[in-house]
Structures are given as C-alpha cells and as structure tokens.
C-alpha cells in the first residue's frame, strides 16, 4: 500500500479521491438520463465533497504532481461544468423546441466551452502543489454552485431567466475577478 503515500503514484491517496469525484459525476450523469435530478444533485455535492478533500491530502501528504493536476481538472469539468450544464438542459430545457431549443443549446455549449476554457488556463498556469492566495475569474466549483442556484430558482423565473444567468456565471468563469483561495 505504499503506492497510496507516494506521490509519483498515479494511484496515491489524492488521485484516489478525485477518481472519487469522477466516479459521482458519471453515476450524477446516468441519474441525470433518467430524470431522477435529487440524486444526481446528491451525487454532484459528494463529488464536491472529495474534490475538496483531494486538494487538502495532496498538499499535507505532499502528494502532488502533473498527473493529479490534469486528473483534478478532468474531474472538475465533469463534476462542475458537465453535470451541473446537462442537468439545466435536462430539467429545464427538455420541453423547448425549434428557436428556443437552438438558443438553449448555443447557451449551454458557451458555458461548457468557458468551464473547459478556464480549466486548461488554470493548468497551464499551475504549478503542482502550489496553491494561489486568489482565484482569477469564478472557480469552476462555484460556478456550479451557482448553477445548481440557478436551477433552484427555475421554478420562479422563465428559462430564458435560467439561460441569461448561465451565460452570465459562464462569462464570471473566465473573468478578472478576484476569489479569495480557501
């Protein structure tokens, strides 16, 4: 088991968690194909939950390298910018046709696009193990967030409501922003 505690593991302890995640954000995806969006949601935070806790182990552990970056960011994009876009699309959207579908669609792959976007700028400009005292632009974690808000509040507001606040949170993603690290 020593492979868990050595950093050029593709396998240590922190890889592990954020197959974890990656792992959650498939089966959310699944749930998502059959309309069954309280455990995709379910699913999503525990994601969230490892995703969180693979950063903390890789930094204590020293545990970090290039693979566990690219790793991360994979997770990150399937958790944080595919689930949250597909479950819009599904539980909001699926009703929509000719247009309104096009724009919905337009408005989904510019937020899938910026998330992606934003991942591989943050890769190329890190380092592993280093952690930054601020975020530029929203993490693509709180843009989720925000995305599972907007989807709590599509009951109030019409889908084109759900649609300008997607592409809004898509624009903060690769903004000057400044997010404080935790």
């Not at 950093?7 to 749930?31: D, E, P, Q, R």
Request: proline residues 4%; aromatic residues 16%.
């Amino acid at each position: 088991m020593k492979f868990l505690w050595q950093s050029n593991s593709h396998f240590n302890l922190a890889n592990l968690f954020t197959m974890v995640n990656i792992t959650c954000g498939l089966l959310a995806t699944y749930f998502i194909t059959q309309n069954q969006f309280i455990p995709a949601i379910i699913l999503a935070w525990i994601g969230g939950a490892f995703d969180i806790f693979d950063g903390k182990i890789a930094r204590k552990y020293k545990l970090s390298n290039e693979f566990g970056v690219q790793l991360d960011s994979f997770a990150d994009f399937l958790s944080f910018v595919l689930v949250p876009t597909f479950l819009i699309f599904q539980a909001v959207y699926s009703t929509l046709e000719g247009i309104s579908l096009a724009a919905v669609a337009v408005g989904s792959i510019y937020y899938v696009i910026s998330g992606l976007r934003r991942l591989i700028q943050f890769n190329i400009n890190a380092d592993a193990g280093e952690v930054a005292k601020y975020f530029t632009g929203v993490p693509t974690p709180l843009g989720a967030i925000l995305l599972w808000l907007t989807y709590l509040s599509a009951p109030w507001i019409t889908w084109m409501g759900v649609l300008a606040l997607m592409i809004f949170i898509g624009a903060l993603l690769n903004s000057k922003v400044k997010i404080p690290h935790p």
